[in-house]
């Protein structure tokens, strides 16, 4: 069976240069790349990349993504003294405890 090596989530977003400014200044991500409309763009924070694409008629159903990391106190700690708004504790779900135990 063929191995994946990535995933990129696809969000729509209702306006792009304020979520930008979110993703960099609240989440810790940069701009790779912004499309020369300003419709479409790709942020990265180390491995991971989430493409972000202008959705004014929000016509896309909502969407999460998860994020891993080995470093999730950090993490937490890092994004509310960004002022991300925080909108879980951290807990432990019964699928990490299966994944830890691999």
Do not use: C
């Not at 240069?17 to 419709?39: I, N, R, T, W």
């Not at 972000?52 to 896309?60: N, P, V």
């Not at 950090?74 to 509310?80: G, H």
Request: aromatic share 6%; proline share 6%; net charge negative.
């Amino acid at each position: 069976m063929a191995q994946l090596t990535r995933i990129v989530p696809e969000l729509p977003v209702a306006d792009l240069p304020k979520a930008l400014q979110h993703y960099q200044e609240k989440l810790g991500f940069s701009v790779a790349m912004l499309m020369p409309h300003g419709d479409y763009a790709i942020v990265e924070r180390g491995d991971v990349a989430v493409h972000l694409i202008q959705d004014e008629t929000r016509s896309h159903s909502p969407v999460g993504i998860h994020i891993f990391t080995t470093e999730i106190e950090a993490l937490f700690d890092e994004l509310k003294q960004s002022g991300a708004q925080v909108t879980q504790e951290i807990m432990l779900k019964p699928w990490e405890i299966v994944n830890s135990a691999s």
